[in-house]
């Protein structure tokens, strides 16, 4: 019999061959992948013969493309890639088969198939260029610097900017406590987004005489363009997605951060009535009544009793 030599733990390789193609490992091997048990795998001669590749995750990284979960029918070999996970292993390691549907070897064919899985490679890899990106922020600096416009209305010196109603909106999300059937990281997103449009076309408010069909006309035009900058792609795509949602109030979130959005606003009013002396009973009745959640009718109804004590 072949002699028996001992591999690393971590080096477990598992290749799963295509309906149509042969299967030399299914005879080669007489080893199956498992986790790491402290057990060790026996190694044979005709292992030899099969080229394969041992590479730890950054190593891949550097001289494939990124791996990314997805249909094994785009790898000529129909190779399984399967993580094996060990205690004293820190990183994930694959085995990595080089086989060609013609028995040819090399990496030619596997990293064609990785980047046709992948649609993008290189630096390129991301959903928009770097310098999209950095141009679709700085664009959104608007969104700290124009100050909503309601407050200014009432004469508020140092008013809130929009970004700053949307980052409490945010944080009402981040500390909610969980409800069922509401995704509470969507919810902390749709706040991001909500009011993003505004760094093109600005604080609308009622006192504008804008119809309300009109303002949502200007508001979608202006995600699309701010979209357009950001290079399109997933993220550009999440981004109106989002936005839309929040817009047709078309989920429990949607409805959650709609409540959100007036708490917030009555919440800043209290706040301005405190610190300037001001009577702010317009943003108070505006939300009356108009509460969608429990929770929104709850948080509502505390911030009007705290107006009460004053």
């Keep these: 019999s072949p002699p028996t030599i001992p591999t690393r733990r971590q080096n477990v390789q598992q290749t799963k061959p295509g309906p149509s193609l042969p299967s030399p490992a299914a005879s080669n091997y007489n080893t199956t992948a498992k986790p790491n048990t402290g057990d060790r795998h026996t190694f044979t001669p005709a292992m030899a013969a099969t080229p394969t590749t041992y590479c730890s995750s950054p190593a891949l990284s550097g001289s494939l493309p990124s791996v990314r979960r997805s249909s094994s029918s785009v790898f000529p070999t129909r190779t399984f890639f399967r993580p094996v996970f060990s205690i004293d292993a820190p990183l994930p390691r694959f085995a990595v088969s080089a086989h060609s549907p013609d028995g040819a070897s090399g990496p030619g064919p596997l990293k064609s198939a990785l980047e046709a899985d992948l649609g993008e490679t290189g ?17 959104c600096h608007r969104l700290k610097t124009t100050k909503r416009k309601g407050w200014i209305n009432h004469g508020i010196n140092g008013a809130e ?9 945010a944080l009402m999300s981040l500390i909610v406590g969980d409800i069922p059937g509401v995704n509470r990281e969507r919810c902390i ?6 009011d993003i449009a505004e760094a093109i076309v600005g604080d609308i408010t009622p006192s504008d005489g804008v119809p309300k069909a009109e303002k949502s006309r200007l508001e979608q035009a202006a995600l699309k363009e ?20 929040y817009e047709n109030n078309a989920s429990l979130e949607a409805n959650l ?3 959100f959005d007036k708490v ?3 919440l800043q009013a209290l706040e301005y009535e ?3 002396g001001k009577v702010l009973d317009e943003f108070f009745i505006s939300t009356a009544g108009k509460f969608q959640t429990d929770l929104g009718k709850s948080w509502a109804a505390e911030v009007i009793s705290r107006r009460k004590s004053h």
């Excluded at 260029?129 to 950095?134: E, H």
């Excluded at 900017?161 to 909106?169: G, P």
């Design 274 to 276: 405190t610190e300037h």
């Design 123 to 139: 630096s390129s890899s991301s959903s928009s260029s770097v310098s999209s990106s950095i141009d679709f922020l700085t664009f």
């Design 226 to 245: 701010m979209c357009k900058m950001l290079g399109g792609g997933m993220r550009a795509e999440e981004i109106k997605e989002l936005w839309y949602e």
């Design 264 to 266: 917030e606003m009555i």
């Design 257 to 259: 951060v709609k409540d």
């Design 189 to 194: 997103k749709i706040a991001i987004v909500h």
């Design 161 to 169: 900017s929009i970004a700053d109603h949307m980052y409490r909106m």
